[in-house]
């Protein structure tokens, strides 16, 4: 799998969005990028993930650039909840290297 | 509907002793994942089942993990001898497989290795 480039932290006020950026400058056509996040003492969390096309849920938008080197996670109005540890992946969808590698992610800390 | 299930969710052990983690995944998903996460460090992958394939054992760090997957469902990840480096929080997935498929997690394992 790509490797990913993350910032180590970020923090940013309630109510305001949350960019969280993301390098993955040796993707492959064939490998997404996903975005799972992981609170104080749970199982990771998966938020969204996309090819080449930008994307949108009920939980964030990702923004992915058109060469496909980077992307940043949007959480358009951070919450407390929010603070965790956000993990950009790159990967293969399907088979025997579908498993996820985990960097160590960027911590994001929502202050009120 | 459920998610993910891990049983037992904390674990004591003394250094030597066997332990078995058990994993309930989603009913219907296909592929079933594990992972460990020790302290302070990323989760790391040890074994993965898809359907009826061989499975990709490439994560597990020595000989002395084993994982099996009984009927597509339930996996039971066995320690032999556990060491004190063996403690950690061991996370379980699932996904539906296919096409970018999201995994779903379940709430962990913490082994302590005494």
Known sequence: ?112 | GAGVSQSPSNKVTEKGKDVELRCDPISGHTALYWYRQSLGQGLEFLIYFQGNSAPDKSGLPSDRFSAERTGGSVSTLTIQRTQQEDSAVYLCASSLGGLAGEQFFGPGTRLTVL
């Open chain 1, 1 to 112: 799998d790509a490797k990913t480039t993350q910032p180590t932290s970020m923090d940013c006020a309630e109510g305001r969005a949350a960019n969280l950026p993301c390098n993955h400058s040796t993707i492959s056509g064939n490998e997404y990028v996903y975005w799972y996040r992981q609170i104080h003492s749970q199982g990771p969390q998966y938020i969204i993930h996309g090819l080449k096309n930008n994307e949108t849920n009920e939980m964030a938008s990702l923004i992915i650039t058109e060469d496909r080197k980077s992307s940043t996670l949007i959480l358009p109005h951070a919450t407390l909840r929010d603070t965790a540890v956000y993990y950009c992946i790159v990967r293969v969808a399907t088979g025997a290297n579908s498993k996820l590698t985990f960097g160590k992610g960027i911590t994001l800390s929502v202050r009120p």
